[in-house]
């Protein structure tokens, strides 16, 4: 059975930093990606990274403050969040693929993981 375990989220300030967590069990998938729920918004996605090649796609409202890796022999993806901000303020999530995707086409999702950003 799959299941995607997010951590690292919590409340700091802004211009702080904090690094997600997301433990994959059961495979290696080929794209992970991170999302973004904000109460009373859609879900935004922010960025993913294939396993192979080190493709990573970002949405522009993150680029440069935000970068997904990945360890494929732990099955684990991460983001590094810095600079953050309040409206960075938002339920994170980790989604999975097994196949090449960006923004839309994951199958299997996390439960989410709290950010909230003061200022």
């Known amino acids: 059975q799959v299941q995607l375990v997010e951590s690292g989220g919590g409340l700091v300030q802004a211009g702080d930093s904090l690094r997600l967590s997301c433990a994959a069990s059961?495979?290696?998938?080929?794209?992970m990606g991170w999302f973004r729920q904000a109460p009373g918004k859609e879900r935004e996605f922010l960025a993913c990274?294939?396993?192979?090649?080190?493709?990573?796609v970002y949405s522009d409202s993150v680029k440069g403050r935000f970068t997904i890796s990945r360890d494929n022999a732990k099955k684990t993806a991460y983001l590094q969040m810095n600079s953050l901000k309040p409206e960075d303020t938002a339920t994170y999530y980790c989604?999975?693929?097994?196949?090449?995707?960006?923004?839309?086409?994951?199958?299997?999702w996390g439960q989410g993981t709290q950010v909230t950003v003061s200022s």
């Open positions: 989604a999975a693929s097994d196949t090449y995707v960006q923004r839309l086409g994951y199958k299997y």
């Open positions: 059961g495979r290696t998938f080929d794209t």
């Open positions: 990274m294939w396993r192979s090649g080190g493709i990573r």
